[in-house]
């Protein structure tokens, strides 16, 4: 039972490239997200989904896109690099107990660097 | 949408002595409140949950507050020891219907025990 694995843990990008953060679950997790993390201002939700094929915007989506065609996985695409997505990424997966408990297991994040 | 404060930004304790974290939010519908720790370089964890319905939960040295009407929530550990040095976050989410997994974080408070 490998949790939530990320990859790459580490990545450099030139401005207007693209890439994808890819994020893989195997506790059959329902739910999964993406957070972004900057000193200063905590985890911040970019996109998550509350099931295989539906994905809903989170507090900032833009310049970030996502699929989730598997209850596995949910890759988040950067579709045109900035510096300002230089950041900490977590994937996290979690599970609702019918009273939202959203207990999140994290992925070891993913530290990418936009130049 | 729901907005988290926390404070403070930054805590220094002696060992030994205990450690008062607060968090407030605004969302009166929130209704799950969890508490993260992140060491240096690891992925957030959670150490503590409680939800609305509960005014206040232990765990060991750990002790986390619910004030539904002033609508804040502290985490409180005591007899701390040099592993408590630590990034902790408070969050808050409106369970199931406010989208399973969606948790709003507060900004961190880095707290650190000096020997």
């Known amino acids: 039972n490998a949790g939530v694995t990320q990859t790459p843990k580490f990545q450099v990008l030139k401005t207007g490239q693209s890439m994808t953060l890819q994020c893989a679950q195997d506790?059959?997790?329902?739910?999964m997200s993406w957070y972004r993390q900057d000193p200063g201002m905590g985890l911040r939700l970019i996109h998550y989904?509350?099931?295989?094929?539906?994905?809903d915007q989170g507090e900032v989506p833009n310049g970030y896109n996502v699929s989730r065609s598997t209850t596995e996985d949910f890759p988040l695409r950067l579709l045109s690099a900035a510096p300002s997505q230089t950041s900490v990424y977590f994937c996290?997966?979690?599970?609702?107990?019918?009273?939202?408990?959203?207990?999140?297991?994290f992925g070891a994040g993913s530290r990418l660097t936009v130049l | 949408g729901e907005n988290v404060e926390q404070h403070p930004s930054t805590l220094s304790v002696q060992e030994g002595d205990s450690a008062v974290i607060k968090c407030t939010y605004s969302?009166?519908?929130?209704?799950?409140f969890p508490w993260y720790k992140q060491e240096l370089g690891k992925r957030p964890q959670l150490i503590i949950d409680?939800?609305?319905?509960?005014g206040e939960k232990k765990d060991q040295r750990i002790a986390v507050t619910l004030n539904k009407t002033a609508k804040h929530f502290s985490l409180h550990i005591t007899e701390t020891q040099p592993e408590d040095s630590a990034v902790y976050f408070c969050?808050?989410?409106?369970?199931?219907?406010?989208?399973?997994?969606?948790?709003?974080f507060g900004t961190g408070t880095q707290l650190k025990v000096e020997l």
């Open positions: 996290a997966s979690s599970y609702s107990n019918g009273y939202g408990a959203n207990v999140l297991t």
């Open positions: 409680i939800r609305s319905n509960v």
């Open positions: 969050a808050a989410s409106k369970g199931p219907t406010g989208g399973g997994n969606k948790l709003t």
């Open positions: 506790m059959n997790h329902e739910y």
């Open positions: 969302d009166s519908a929130s209704n799950y």
């Open positions: 989904s509350v099931g295989a094929g539906i994905t």
